[in-house]
C-alpha cells in the first residue's frame, strides 16, 4: 500500500559508520578570496559545492585527521562539512582557524566547534571554554577536547587558514 513507502526501513543489524576526515589547509592569492579557494585546494576539498553543517557529531562516527578522498567525478557534488576559516590581507598579521571537538567513547555522539582568531593560544583557549560549556549544558560526559588548528602569516598576498571536518559527499 501507499502508506508502506512512507514508513523507515528496519534498522540494519549493524550500525553504519561515519568516517569524517578533519583536513586543516593554508592558501595565498592576489584576493582574500583567492586565497580561500587555494586553502580550500590545499585540504583538499576545492572543486565541491560546500554545505556548512551546525555543530553535532552523530553517534557512530570515527573523527580521523585525514583528507577527504576526491574521485574524478566528485567535480561539483555536495560536500556537508563544519568548517573554520580565517582571512587575512594585513601584512604581518597572524590567521588561526580552528575546529574543536568532545566525543564519547566508542563513536559515540559528540559536539565540534568552530572558531577563528588571530591569537593562537586564544583560539586554542577558545575551543575548549567553549566544547567545556556546551558539555555542561548537556549534562554529558563527551570525554576530552581534541583540536585542529591551522595557522598562516599574511606575507605580500592574502591569506587563509581553515579547517574542515567533512561528513559526506553527495551527487545533486
Not at 500500500?1 to 586543516?24: N, Y
Not at 576539498?45 to 577527504?68: F, G
Not at 573554520?84 to 567513547?105: E, T
Amino acid at each position: 500500500m501507499w502508506w508502506q513507502r512512507l514508513t523507515r526501513p528496519a534498522p540494519s543489524a549493524l550500525p553504519r559508520t561515519l568516517k569524517i576526515h578533519l583536513s586543516p589547509g593554508v592558501g595565498k592569492g592576489p584576493t582574500e578570496l583567492a586565497a580561500f579557494d587555494a586553502a580550500l585546494m590545499n585540504a583538499g576539498v576545492a572543486n565541491y559545492n560546500l554545505l556548512r553543517l551546525s555543530s553535532v557529531v552523530p553517534p557512530n562516527a570515527t573523527i580521523v585527521r585525514a583528507r577527504h578522498q576526491t574521485q574524478p567525478d566528485d567535480h561539483g557534488r555536495r560536500l556537508y562539512v563544519v568548517m573554520s576559516l580565517m582571512r587575512q590581507s594585513g601584512v604581518g598579521r597572524p590567521a588561526h582557524a580552528g575546529i574543536g571537538w568532545v566525543q564519547q567513547a566508542n563513536n559515540g555522539p559528540g559536539l565540534f566547534v568552530e572558531l577563528h582568531d588571530a591569537d593562537r593560544d586564544r583560539l586554542e583557549a577558545d575551543l575548549h571554554a567553549t566544547l567545556n560549556a556546551m558539555r555542561a549544558y548537556r549534562d554529558i560526559d563527551f570525554g576530552p577536547v581534541h583540536t585542529q588548528i591551522a595557522s598562516t602569516t599574511c606575507t605580500r598576498q592574502p591569506m587563509c587558514a581553515l579547517v574542515v571536518a567533512v561528513f559526506a559527499c553527495e551527487p545533486w
